[in-house]
């Protein structure tokens, strides 16, 4: 037995045995070198011969442990040498002589026991990296997920009241560009329903019921809320960024193009929703059909890129990339064109000149920011890149260490990560995430949500109809005025209506198309009668019912209310307060309208 073992005393085989017994931290080995360490070590003696050890035994255990015993211990490496004089071509198949070993086995320090091979950790099969990522403490999880619950809640409700806001006056919001912003919320929004719902239960979205991470999802899924909260966050995020670049492409037309910017706009609508909603639809299925979606402790959702970086590159830093550039393309010939607006001497009013002011503050900061975002967010994701080797062999080595501290009894039952992700840079690239989700509520920050929600919640419990300013515009006015010329004969009497005015809930009241129509002053509501007789309408005042007593049925119940008029050469200058030189009518304008 000695001379198989090569052990020089009998009282040193207990304690080889015992080093040999680590290996039942590697299951497969474990289940397959068992016989050939008993035929080894306490070899069959039959009529004082000694029985040498059968060649198939050494040949089975080779596969699965020669890596792993030059790991742990090189001097074990002698015993699969099969051609060594311990081992005989003859076999022994008699099986009711055949022994039973415990083949029951456990996992060293961070891994679980797993069956499916795609979770095998390194060359310790049947054994996979646990849940619940080593590369961070206990301490250090809880401090991620208790930053991304305050973020993503907060984030959360800065969209909701941004959607909200729009979507209380929608008549008044639903224009461009300022509809992008409302669109960008909305997909920021459900985004940060994604990243909460890890609160209700990290495990049940990111882990497997065998303890280990989630991988190429959904094909090797057992439910679908890894792949819920991966469309959430992914397909709105990429949503989100489609948006940014509408919104910005129609910023520059609308503060640039020398024609009318509805005109421009409104046939491409369409076009921007089937961009906006198709393209992220496409990513999110060929993502999901080559079972590419991952699950990350650390983060808590489902998402790309954490095991196969090519696929975050793909899907994720190329669209973005190209995102920026566009956005940032447009963006600045918006605020080069406003800049130059605002410098040109001698061309606006004090009012305008402020108004310019704002709105070139407020586009410039914006795209400034989210630029610093998007590119802070990519110098995170490029850090995790090039660590994440290095991270992934600091484990494997940890994993041996513990192994090989077994072995020699050193005391240590799991050796230290050297080297760990800077926990700053991961929750810097978590901020940016949220951050650009309140940036873009931002947009509604202003007094002009404040007077929609005080009308809405008037309206919602004084049951009283809509208490809105009147937007008077003289073109349209005039319009009427020859449209019923029938109605003026018949009845003897005219009645013009007024449209009630929306205003803008990002403050720049940007209303395509509606050209401007100047103040409305006695001089001019004085020259309307006579507008309308030298055209041939209709045969003075009193046929045109513009006598006091025949008033102006929409007029006289709004006389007390501010009449606004959009002002000279810029629409876009408007406050949407009603407006810049919002005028109110005095009752001898009304009477010579009446």
Known sequence: SLDLSGLQHRNQLNETLREWETLRKVPSCWKVIQPLLCGVYYPRCTDGSLQLVPTDLCKVVKAPCRNILKKLNPKWDKILDCSSSIYSECKNDDKSERLRFNTSALCP?????????DFYF?????CGLKCESPLLSAQQHHRMRMLIGVGATLCLICTLF??????IDWVGANKYPAVAIFYINLCCFMACVGWMAQLGGKEEIVCRKEGVLRLQEPGAGENLSCVIV???????????????VIL???????FTSNTKAKDLIEPKTAYFHMAAWTFPGVLSIIIMATNQVEGSSIYGICYIGYETVATRIVFLLLPYSVFLIVSGFYSMRCVFFLAGVYLTPDYLSVKESEKVKSTLFRIGFFSLMTAVLICVSFACQVYEFLHKDRWRSTLVDAVYCTLRSE???????????????????????LLCMFGAGVLSSSWVFTKESLRSWWIFWSQLFTRRKSQRPLKLKKHQMIAQAFNKRRELQENGRLSLTLQSAHVDPIGMNVELGDESSGEISSTWAAALPHLVQRRGAACGAEQLGLGRRNSLDSVTSSVSQSISVRSNRFGWFDSGAPSIDSHSVNIPDIDRLQ
């Open 109 to 117: 320090a961070f891994l679980v026991p797993v069956q499916e091979p």
């Open 122 to 126: 390194d060359e310790i099969e049947e």
């Open 162 to 167: 941004a959607t909200l806001t729009f979507l």
């Open 230 to 244: 991966f469309i959430l966050v992914y397909y709105f995020t990429i949503a989100g960024g489609v948006w940014l």
């Open 248 to 254: 910005t492409y129609t910023w520059c037309i609308f």
């Open 407 to 429: 072995i020699h009894q050193t005391g240590t039952t799991a050796c230290p990560l050297e080297n760990r992700p800077n926990q700053i840079l991961l929750e810097l690239q």
